[in-house]
C-alpha cells in the first residue's frame, strides 16, 4: 500500500524550511498501525542547482529528526540504487522538476523508487518539484526547462497531474498568463486529465488509493470544460474521483 506525502512546499509564511510540516511529516514519520516506525530516511536533493546537496540535507534534517528519524542524502552513498532498495523513507526535495528528473533517470532510480514505493516497502515524500515527481509526469510543473530530461514520464505515485506552490490571479504588472490560465490550457489539450493544485502549506496526504488535504486550505481540481473544483481539507476522497493517467 503507498503512503505518500505530497507536499507544495518546504516553507509557509515566515517559518523556517519544514517547520510548518511537523504534523504532516508525523504522520509519515510516526508509529505506524502495525507498530513499525521509520527509524532512517533517504534524502534524495537531486533538484538542487544553486545550493549544494550538503546544504539540502543540513535544512531538512531537523525536520525529521523532530520524528526521531535520522536522514542522510544518497549522495553521500556509494550506490544509489541499493540505497533505494533498502530505504524505509524516501524524501525527496525540492528545486527544479527538470533537473531532478533528469538525475533521478541518469541514476537508474525511477522505476526503483515506483517499486520500492508502490510495493509498500518504503514511504515516500516530496515537497515542491519532489511533489511533481511523483505524478505520471512533469507537464505541469511550475519550473523553467533548464535541462532536458530522457522523458517527462515521472514515477506515477498517484494517477494525475499536480501543481504545488499553487497562486490565484496575477500580480500587479503582469501581463502574461495566470497559474488558472495556465492550468486551463493544459486541460484543454489533455481532456481526459485532471489537475489538483495546492497552495503553500499545504499537502496531500495519500494512503492507498485513498487521501485528503493537510494544511487548512482546499484542494482545488482542475478540468476540461468545467468550473474548477474544489475538495475541502482533512476530507478523504478517492484517488480515482481526480482523472488522470492509468498507472
Request: proline share 6%; with cysteine.
Amino acid at each position: 500500500m503507498i503512503r505518500a506525502l505530497l507536499m507544495s512546499s518546504s516553507r509557509k509564511d515566515s517559518l523556517g524550511y519544514l517547520e510548518h510540516a511537523h504534523d504532516q511529516l508525523g504522520l509519515l514519520l510516526g508509529e505506524q498501525e502495525e507498530g513499525a516506525k521509520p527509524t532512517r530516511a533517504v534524502l534524495i536533493p537531486y533538484a538542487a542547482v544553486s545550493t549544494s546537496y550538503e546544504k539540502y540535507e543540513e535544512l531538512a534534517k531537523p525536520a525529521f529528526e523532530a520524528h526521531d528519524v535520522e536522514l542522510t542524502s544518497i549522495h553521500r552513498m556509494d550506490d544509489p540504487v541499493q540505497a533505494v532498495r533498502e530505504a524505509e523513507v524516501i524524501a525527496m526535495a525540492g528545486g527544479n522538476t527538470f533537473a531532478l528528473l533528469s538525475r533521478l533517470y541518469e541514476a537508474g532510480l525511477v522505476d526503483e523508487i515506483r517499486e520500492r514505493v508502490a510495493s509498500g516497502a518504503a514511504a515516500y515524500v516530496g515537497w515542491s518539484a519532489g511533489t511533481n515527481v511523483a505524478t505520471p509526469s512533469i507537464r505541469t510543473t511550475n519550473d523553467m526547462p533548464i535541462v532536458e530530461p530522457p522523458s517527462f514520464r515521472a514515477l506515477r505515485l498517484v494517477p494525475f497531474q499536480m501543481n504545488p506552490h499553487f497562486i490565484p490571479g496575477k500580480p500587479v504588472g503582469h501581463n502574461g498568463e495566470s497559474r488558472e490560465e495556465r492550468l486551463g490550457e493544459f486541460a484543454d489539450l489533455n481532456p481526459t486529465e485532471e489537475v489538483l493544485a495546492l497552495y503553500e502549506g499545504c499537502a496531500l496526504w495519500v494512503t492507498g488509493d485513498q487521501a485528503r488535504i493537510m494544511g487548512g486550505r482546499e484542494g482545488l481540481v482542475f478540468s476540461h470544460g468545467a468550473d474548477v473544483r474544489s475538495i475541502a481539507p482533512e476530507e478523504t476522497f478517492a484517488l480515482s474521483s481526480i482523472r488522470g493517467a492509468a498507472l
